[in-house]
């Protein structure tokens, strides 16, 4: 069984960095590319960023791009997203999802286990 | 960028009834296009990935179809768990979701 937990959400100010962790199971890793989504208070769903199964390619949504860094460790099964120069509207629910293509393309992903999300809330 | 709107906002109806729920793309995403469910305080669950192509698990009363700009979720007869959030997401050179359809209990 597929499993992924998100941990590392906290309350935070307006300015400030905080890094989030997804540790997985239950499917060999580094076949996969893995994703970060986010959801805000009562809003609908984000993408936000994703990496290669290789740990190569990341790509970022234009809203991230330049303050989120995503990486992963293959020897860990373990997925990071580095928040720096945090803002009010960074606030949400963020998700980590697995990508349902085994070495399928970063850009082309279908998100196929999702884990239970880690809250960030940034104050201004 | 792809820019996903979807019809209606809220979808009223009844358990039995047929559900249609629409997912328009600004340009064409081919057949990159999926389908998600999401309920209260869970996390979304896949129902439909390429267009039409159920998720492992997922009941046949879902069903997709569309290609190119326009997209259709239709739930054949609700069942009481199929009350929910439902999100279209295309896949063609990056991720985008649309803002999501409620079905509700009439």
């Known amino acids: 069984e597929v499993q992924l937990v998100e941990s590392g959400g906290d309350l935070v100010q307006s300015g400030r960095s905080l890094r989030l962790s997804c540790e997985a199971s239950?499917?060999?890793?580094?076949?996969?590319?893995m994703h970060w989504v986010r959801q805000a208070p009562g809003k609908g769903l984000e993408w936000v960023s994703g990496i290669g199964w290789e740990t190569s390619s990341p790509v970022y949504a234009d809203s991230v791009e330049g303050r989120f860094t995503i990486s992963r460790d293959n020897t860990k099964n373990s997925l990071y997203l580095h928040l720096n120069l945090l803002r009010a509207d960074d606030t949400a629910l963020y998700y980590c999802a697995k990508d349902i293509f085994r070495r399928g393309a970063t850009t082309w992903s279908v998100f196929d286990n999702w884990g239970q999300g880690t809250l960030v809330t940034v104050s201004s | 960028e792809v820019v996903l709107t979807q019809s209606p906002a809220t979808l009223s109806l009844s358990p039995g009834e047929r559900a249609t729920l629409s997912c328009r793309a600004s340009q064409s995403v081919d057949i990159y296009l999926g389908w998600y469910q999401q309920k209260p305080g869970r996390a979304p669950r896949l129902l439909v990935y390429d267009a039409s192509h159920r998720a492992t698990g997922v009941p046949h009363r879902f069903s997709g179809s569309g290609s190119g700009t326009d997209f259709t979720l239709t739930i054949s007869s609700l069942e009481p768990e199929d009350f929910a959030i439902y999100y279209c997401q295309a896949r063609k050179e990056g991720a985008t979701f649309g803002g999501g359809t409620k079905v509700e209990v009439k």
């Open positions: 239950g499917f060999t890793f580094d076949d996969f590319a």
